[in-house]
């Protein structure tokens, strides 16, 4: 029996069109697939490994951070470490870069990960995932700093992310389409199963988490409006919401039906001093990237995500994705305004 294209086919293949490809980049990227299915294996198993709830320790942007936070954040850099292929990374979960230990070569490539996104799930059992993106080092493999980590989002080389939902799935784009694969947990191998995802441009489904509604930006508020006025009101159209607080599987679904996802800016964010609710090195610039490939769009409100310039490491931005039609609606309103 033929079991479909894997994940590691389907790379190497890739790969072997890009000329002056050594290699390095394939071995990277199936050592991160390694490292997303022993997370998947972590997160099925959840309380019979004793893997639920929380570590007792906080992450620089001073969140709890959850057993699993910590678990999926060591088995990346376990997986990732020591083949050569790194200079070095970035998480969510740890306040610097990662160096590579002196005991392993060093490669061309950064990594940056948000190892579990979504992780108010865990413990309900509801779908969580990894994040993730590849760079080049700019400044050289020698003594790569905070500095050669701030790329703008169209810089990245690939980006892609891990679902942990009712199958695993793994989601990656290398700048020419977007790619979908599901894990075959009998013989441990990503097949491709959705491959050229794109997302439709129309759409009659939102999701935000309506509990801000009050701090909302203006044309969010204005958007909002129409969609719920249904049919009556200026959209002409009933809208459908959906809310998983878990971005993974929130843009999953967009990918595969569509729809719009929005974490704006609010007056509760900028009362904390912060930009944005999700960062912009581990969620939203992987993220834009695999959208805008599947033919959508991502924008902080006035602005594409992708073409920011990042300003520290751990920097957060408001994150408006999905159908195109929808996103650039919401562009609109916010030009508009001013
Ligand atoms: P993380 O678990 O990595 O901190 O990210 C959670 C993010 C994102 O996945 C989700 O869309 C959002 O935070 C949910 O936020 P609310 O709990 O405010 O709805
Ligand atoms: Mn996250
Ligand atoms: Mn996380």
Same mark, same amino acid.
Request: charged share 20%.
């Given at each position: 029996m033929h079991h479909g294209t894997t994940i590691t086919q389907f790379i190497s293949e890739e790969q072997r069109r890009v000329t002056g490809a050594t290699g390095e980049f394939t071995g990277l990227l199936n050592d991160i697939v390694t490292a997303c299915k022993m997370i998947s294996h972590q997160v099925n198993h959840g309380a019979l490994v004793g893997a639920?709830?929380?570590?007792g320790s906080e992450n620089v942007q001073g969140e709890t951070q959850k057993k699993l936070d910590v678990l999926s954040n060591e088995l990346f850099i376990q997986s990732t470490?020591?083949?050569?292929?790194?200079?070095a990374m970035a998480s969510e979960e740890m306040d610097d870069i990662y160096q590579i230990p002196e005991e392993y070569l060093r490669g061309k490539y950064l990594l940056t990960f948000d190892p579990l996104d979504g992780s108010s799930n865990i413990d309900v059992n509801v779908s969580v995932g990894t994040i993730f993106s590849i760079l080049r080092c700019p400044g050289g493999k020698d003594k790569p700093t905070i500095r050669d980590f701030l790329q703008a989002g169209t810089q990245q080389v690939a980006a892609g992310y891990a679902l942990y939902g009712p199958s695993t799935m793994m989601v990656l784009t290398t700048g020419s389409g977007v790619n979908g694969f599901t894990l075959d947990q009998n013989i441990g191998e990503f097949i491709l199963t959705h491959p050229d995802l794109k997302i439709p441009a129309e759409t009659q489904e939102f999701a935000i988490n309506a509990s801000n509604q009050r701090f909302w930006d203006a044309p969010v508020k204005r958007y909002v409006e129409e969609c719920l006025a249904g049919s009556e009101g200026p959209r002409g159209k009933d809208f459908n919401m959906r809310w998983i607080a878990s971005m993974v599987a929130e843009v999953h679904r967009i990918l595969v039906r569509g729809g719009v996802f929005m974490y704006p800016m609010d007056e509760k964010i900028r009362a904390k001093g912060q930009?944005?609710? @999700?960062? @912009?090195?581990?969620?939203a610039n992987p993220m834009s990237f695999v959208i805008e490939q599947a033919g959508g769009g991502s924008i902080t409100g006035p602005d594409r995500i992708m073409e920011l310039q990042p300003e520290g490491l751990h920097q957060r931005v408001p994150v408006i994705l999905g159908s195109r039609t929808e996103v650039e609606r919401l562009q609109a309103y916010y030009r508009e305004q001013g």
């Open positions: 639920l709830g929380t570590a470490e020591w083949a050569g292929h790194l200079a930009g944005g609710k @999700l960062r @912009l090195l581990y969620e």
